[in-house]
Structure formats: structure tokens, C-alpha cells
């Protein structure tokens, strides 16, 4: 059975400093990847994923994220935090050889920015 | 495009009453899928549909749960009799059908908050 741990349930970060969440999973295969964040009030936006190929992949609102086979991990990245970048984070792999594709989630982690 | 639509926002209901959530997914999203939150954990999958054909519901917790996607358009998603560890947030997403053994991204609604009381 495919899992995934989000070791950090919380993260405090300064405005501008670097931040990175850490995912690690499990599955038996190659997995598709994935991150969502959700902002309070909101529902769950996906800020990347990898299915295949370049291990480095890019994301939205200046995310990005590397796919360590070796590791089993997926961690996230983002070199200068805004304060909008406060909310919660998920990451979630999907089950590539069933059909459906339904998506086992981590924990998630809080991002709080500090000013 | 509309996204994912999900209401009510927010749910109160007692021990033992009935409470009905629905999904409006994305147009032309073959692919349905609820997943829930309770409080304190991770966001776990319940079911998907593919059109109107319940695909995998191997997270359904018990038979007080009852998804329907008549039409293969909107989906809702009945507790009944409600109880209390029912509380939590209830997601709906939909993709594009894609084949077996290929990625699909999902699209998430803001999702329900049900509270039992």
C-alpha cells in the first residue's frame, strides 16, 4: 500500500527567507507526485507534480520541487517566502498502475510567516 | 471555467440526522472523486466515479455513507444517520479520463465542513 509522510507539521519561516517541506513516500512503483496547498477559506490548489522525466520540477507562485527516486522523496522548495505563501501544504502521491489514480495524502504541513 | 463546486460550505446537524453534500465538478470531467479530512488527519480517499459508475469505493467507512452521480454530471454524497467522528471536511475533485498507467490531475473543490453534534 502506497503512504506519505510529512515529517514537520509545522513550519515558521521569516518573510524572504528560504523554505522547504519535506515529503517522503512509499510505492512500490514509479509514483505520480504531487503538491497542493490550501489558504485559509480555500480549497486545494495544485502547485506541481511529476509524472516523468526531469526530476527538478517547476510550480506555481515560485514553487519547486525534486523528485529523489533514491530517497522516496518529493521535497518542496521555495527560495524567498511571502507572506501569502501562509497556509498549509499537502503532498500526495498517486496510485499510477490502478485505475482512478486516487491520491494518498500526507499530513501537511502549516507554513506560518513571520514579518 | 467553473471549477469544482462544492455546498454547503459549512454543516450543522445533530446525532442521528441526515445530511446530503454535493459536488458540481468541472464540465466535460469524466472522473469524480470524494475524499474527507476529520480533524487531526490526513485527507483520506472514499470514492471515485467514472461518469455515473462508482469506479472504487474502497474508503467508504460504513454503509451510513451513500454516493450517487446520476447523469455522470454532479455527484452528492449522503450521511445518514449522521454521527459524531462523521465531522470533518469533505473534498470533491475531477479530472480528465485518462488511460490506465497515466497521471491525471485533480482539481479540488473548497470543500464541506460537516460538524455533528
Known amino acids: 500500500a502506497q503512504s506519505v509522510t510529512q515529517p514537520d507539521i509545522h513550519i515558521t519561516v521569516s518573510e524572504g527567507a528560504s523554505l522547504e517541506l519535506r515529503c517522503n513516500y512509499s510505492y512500490g512503483a514509479t509514483p505520480y507526485l504531487f503538491w497542493y496547498v490550501q489558504s485559509p477559506g480555500q480549497g486545494l490548489q495544485l502547485l506541481l507534480k511529476?509524472?516523468?522525466?526531469?526530476?527538478l520540477v517547476q510550480g506555481i507562485k515560485g514553487f519547486e520541487a525534486e523528485f529523489k527516486r533514491s530517497q522516496s522523496s518529493f521535497n518542496l522548495r521555495k527560495p524567498s517566502v511571502h507572506w501569502s505563501d501562509a497556509a498549509e501544504y499537502f503532498c500526495?502521491?498517486?496510485?499510477?498502475?490502478?485505475?482512478?489514480?486516487?491520491?494518498?495524502f500526507g499530513g501537511g504541513t502549516r507554513v506560518l510567516v513571520k514579518p | 471555467e467553473a471549477g469544482v463546486t462544492q455546498f454547503p460550505s459549512h454543516s450543522v446537524i445533530e446525532k442521528g440526522q441526515t445530511v446530503t453534500l454535493r459536488c458540481d465538478p468541472i464540465?466535460?470531467?469524466?472522473?469524480l472523486y470524494w475524499y474527507r479530512r476529520v480533524m487531526g488527519k490526513e485527507i483520506k480517499f472514499l470514492l471515485h466515479f467514472v461518469k455515473e459508475s462508482k469506479q472504487d469505493e474502497s474508503g467508504m467507512p460504513n454503509n451510513r455513507f451513500l454516493a450517487e452521480r446520476t447523469g455522470g454530471t454532479y455527484s452528492t454524497l449522503k450521511v445518514q444517520p449522521a454521527e459524531l467522528e462523521d465531522s470533518g471536511v469533505y473534498f470533491c475533485a475531477s479530472s480528465h479520463r485518462t488511460p490506465q498507467g497515466r497521471g491525471n490531475i485533480q482539481y479540488f473543490g473548497a470543500g464541506t465542513r460537516l460538524s455533528v453534534l
Open positions: 500526495a502521491v498517486g496510485a499510477a498502475k490502478a485505475a482512478g489514480n486516487k491520491l494518498t
Open positions: 464540465s466535460g470531467h469524466d472522473n
Open positions: 511529476y509524472f516523468s522525466g526531469d526530476t
